[in-house]
């Protein structure tokens, strides 16, 4: 591909909207964000504890430290244009208690395991932080977080595992149950707000 002059300002455009928290965003900061993560992950998955109280306490570190808000919209996709405020409220709250369960709950595979921060480096829409999932007779696997500032503070917005994008799931599983309800988003908020 031959870079020409349009090509590169386009480029020199998108990056100038990027947010300044984004750009600016402290490496240690997001790294420190995942390395708390990380050792509450770890010391769960160490306790012993009986798997429901686990997986409460994973939901629990969950809520701390995504960006729910971002994750839940996204999700939504274009719905989320045409939804009221009360809605987008409603369906954030739903949203992030269902996803904090399921994800959770998906955190009891690591018992036996433990999780090994990396690396991190800026990306243009915050910073990627690598981990390593070590497991007991399995091949150790990579987990991104995906973090950003935009909030005020850092939180992640993604995970990555494995190439597998969670933003990106989450958004074809939420859509696919809204098309369910016939595009019912009141529907579906209710309904997650039982799963």
Do not use: C, H
């Amino acid at each position: 591909m031959t870079l020409t002059r349009r090509a590169l300002l386009a480029t020199g455009a998108a990056l100038a909207f990027l947010p300044a928290t984004a750009r600016a965003q402290d490496l240690a900061a997001s790294r420190a964000l995942v390395d708390r993560l990380v050792a509450e992950v770890n010391a769960v998955i160490a306790s012993g504890q009986p798997e429901d109280r686990m997986i409460r306490q994973f939901a629990a570190i969950f809520q701390a430290y995504a960006d729910a808000p971002t994750i839940a919209r996204y999700s939504l996709g274009a719905d989320a244009r045409a939804a009221s405020a009360d809605q987008i409220q409603r369906y954030t709250q739903a949203f992030s208690t269902y996803v904090a369960r399921k994800y959770g709950s998906r955190f009891r595979e690591f018992i036996g395991g433990r999780v090994e921060v990396e690396s991190a480096r800026a990306v243009p829409n915050g910073i990627e932080v690598t981990t390593t999932a070590i497991f007991q007779n399995q091949a150790p696997f990579r987990v991104d977080f995906w973090v950003s500032e935009a909030t005020g503070r850092p939180l992640f917005f993604n995970i990555v595992i494995e190439g597998v994008n969670m933003l990106l799931s989450e958004r074809a599983e939420i859509q696919a149950m809204l098309d369910q309800r016939g595009g019912d988003l009141d529907r579906l908020i209710a309904d997650l707000s039982r799963m």
